[in-house]
């Protein structure tokens, strides 16, 4: 059973910069399968572009597909650190209605990404069961 976030988590995820575009973007979530992609900009976690974002605050605002995934990225992006518990990043998913949570070293270095469903497949099902019943809300 797992106990930390980097028992759980997802190392070493697929990144992009701040210039890249959102269609480039979107293409690298369906290829890769995941909401989110980190956007680093000088080995530095800068924002978090998700498929929300490319829905919202790109098609609903009338954007083009070439619009650098900067400007419409969630910059305020709440992180864990790998030695944390799975509780606490449950907890953090939960009061900030996140599905996933980037992992980075006190540096601030990205090593990995946390989704829900990676706490599912902890075996924590208590705890999965009431976060997804809080991000749900």
């Known amino acids: 059973m797992h106990h930390t976030i980097r028992d759980a988590m997802t190392a070493s995820p697929t990144t992009i910069k701040p210039s890249t575009s959102a269609m480039e ?16 900009e000088n080995d530095r976690l800068v924002g978090v572009v998700t498929d929300r974002d490319l829905a919202i605050r790109l098609l609903a605002e009338g954007k083009g597909s070439e619009t650098a995934v900067g400007e419409i990225a969630s910059k305020d ?61």
């Open 77 to 137: 992006v709440v992180t864990v650190d790998p030695q944390q518990s799975l509780e606490e990043a449950a907890r953090l998913m939960a009061e900030h209605q996140l599905r996933r949570l980037p992992v980075c070293e006190e540096d601030g270095k990205l090593v990995g990404i946390l989704a829900q469903a990676d706490i599912a497949q902890s075996g924590h099902d208590t705890l999965t069961g009431e976060t997804v019943q809080q991000i749900s809300k």
């Open 25 to 40: 973007a979107a293409r690298i979530m369906k290829s890769e399968n995941v909401g989110s992609l980190p956007i680093m």
